[in-house]
Nanobody, 127 residues
């Protein structure tokens, strides 16, 4: 059974940076399509970024491109989310998700396609 473990969240000032990590212990991350979602306070869960299983092609939400970068280190079975120039609107609970399936690009943002989820890590951007 796949268990995802997020880390790296915390309190950061606007304009600062954070790097989130998602580890899949005992499982080859290269065999998974993995993604980041976030849930701002009082709002629904929204797609952030993903890495495809087969091609390792990345996808980032259009409004976050240029600030957020998703990557994967298969040797460490770890998914990363580099967040730069953070804004107060980035405040949210960030979740790691994964599926053993290979999703087409248009399906990457659909949380219904992911079978495994982490517990979340809180990111708070505030002065």
């Amino acid at each position: 059974q796949v268990q995802l473990l997020e880390s790296g969240g915390g309190l950061v000032q606007p304009g600062g940076s954070l790097r989130l990590s998602c580890v899949v212990p005992g499982r080859a991350s290269s065999g998974l399509t993995m993604a980041w979602f976030r849930q701002p306070p009082g709002k629904g869960r929204e797609f952030v970024a993903a890495v495809k299983r087969s091609s390792s092609m990345t996808s980032v939400k259009n409004t976050l491109k240029g600030r957020f970068t998703v990557s994967r280190d298969n040797a460490k079975n770890t998914l990363y989310l580099q967040m730069n120039r953070l804004e107060s609107e980035d405040t949210a609970e960030y979740y790691c998700a994964a599926t053993t399936g290979s999703l087409i690009t248009s399906s990457l943002a659909g949380n219904q396609y992911y079978d495994y989820w982490g517990q979340g890590t809180q990111v708070t951007v505030s002065s």
